[in-house]
């Protein structure tokens, strides 16, 4: 359906190697480095893989270990319905590698903590269906129990029960579970299962705010093609903000910062927790080194029990990860936003569209309609959305598809439409298609005009 996520491809030059510089990068206020990295997506899935390595009472003994602490703003729910869960990680740099304090701080120059990305994840016992969904840090909101805005992201400043509060007073988001790791989760995990192997179009590189010389996250991939990451390299791939690529004699960058990050760790939590899961179900070691990362490196609110834990574990037992769709918070970005500096405004009516495909995803498809029939309720995942640029303005049909993207769409790709001049959206359809259509036209920002097209299929 015509209407690309596609981030630009993810490179470095192999050491030792000069490469000339591309065009100036446009100017960009430099923000504060990143402080976690969010990996409480694979919790449930690694420990449903791992139940299948190992005894019950074995399992349960494990988990029992688990640190749990006592989290205010939490709605209890029966483990049989609905859950959202948020997942967030703690900065805290005891504990990592001493080389990494490099590029990440060491536990005596980063003090407090910050959810600098906040991952909310759906799951549907009903149907053993699962959909994640990502709050950008810099969104505005009005923190809890205070009388000022803030940037969501200092909601976790003390503590989870604030953010947890913030989310539901801001967007109407019950919370039914937390879970953290600490800083060095995502490494352990990904060295437990003896790395995750990714694809990169291009060599690709971390930069810096303009001019970009130096390297924030150390990340470092010096060609093309299939590398297999262990800890310390999974860590720089998911922290990177100023992501560059090689191509055509220079290196791009690919501009898209915190938004571009949050796919990136979408992309690898889905590789990494399909590993896992494949991993532990043949290789009992595998899954007993798993478990074991998870109680150490987990922390979850007192309400979330060992026996809710296996529950939950064997009931999505089948669930694939890579199938998981996510969604990201629309917003609108604005410069210079008082002493905040770059702050994104929330978009009441988008966000609350995105919210509800969100909290949607997994229940049954069919809803009695009146006269007995039924209508499909259709979540953006299921829309296949290609993007072509018919109004000319360069780079228009890229924005739009990370857009759509982030709006939880499946974008196939994005290209140079055949025609320009149009001054509003067309969305073309075949026949059949035009529930499909009607959800991404909802979307849409302007003008949208419907159109049956009988050539696609």
Known sequence: MPIDDTLAPPGTPP???????????????????????????????????????????????????????????????????????????????????AGAASHFGSSSLVAGQRSDVIILLHIDPRTSKAAMMSIPRDTLVKLAGTGHSAKINDAFNTGPSQLIETITQNFGITINHYAAVDFTGLMNLTDAVGGVCMNFPYPVKDGSPPPGYANESGLSIPTAGQHMLDGNTALAFVRS???????????????????????????FLRALASKAVHDSKHNPLTANALINHAVNDLTVDSGLSSSDILHLALQFMALNPSQIPSWTLPYRAVSGYGSLGDVLLPEPGPD?????????????????????????????????????????????????????????????SYSTGPSFG????????????????????????????LREDPALS
């Open 241 to 267: 903000r100023y992501y560059r690529y090689y191509k055509d004699g220079y290196w791009h960058s690919e501009g898209t910062g915190d938004i571009g990050r949050i796919v990136r760790q979408h992309e």
């Open 422 to 449: 149009h001054t509003a959206s067309v969305v073309s359809y075949a026949k059949g298609a035009l529930a499909q259509a009607r959800t991404l036209a909802a979307a849409v920002r302007g003008g949208v005009v």
């Open 352 to 412: 609350q569209q995105a919210i509800a495909a969100w909290e949607s995803y997994g229940a049954p498809t069919s809803t009695p309609a009146q006269g007995g029939a039924t209508t499909t309720t259709l979540v953006p995942a299921s829309v296949r959305v290609q993007v072509l640029n018919g109004s000319g303005v360069p780079g228009q049909a890229a924005r739009a598809a990370a857009s759509l993207r982030a709006a939880g769409f499946t974008v196939t």
């Open 15 to 97: 050491p030792g190697t000069t490469l000339p510089e591309g065009p100036a990068e446009p100017a960009e206020r430099r923000r504060r480095w990143p402080k976690r990295v969010l990996i409480g997506l694979i919790v449930l899935v690694v420990l449903a893989a791992v139940v299948a390595g190992g005894g019950y009472l074995y399992i349960r003994n494990r988990l029992d270990k688990i640190r749990r602490v006592p989290v205010n703003g939490i709605q209890a729910q029966a483990i049989s319905e609905p859950e959202n869960i948020l997942l967030t990680g703690s900065d805290s740099r005891t504990g990592q590698p």
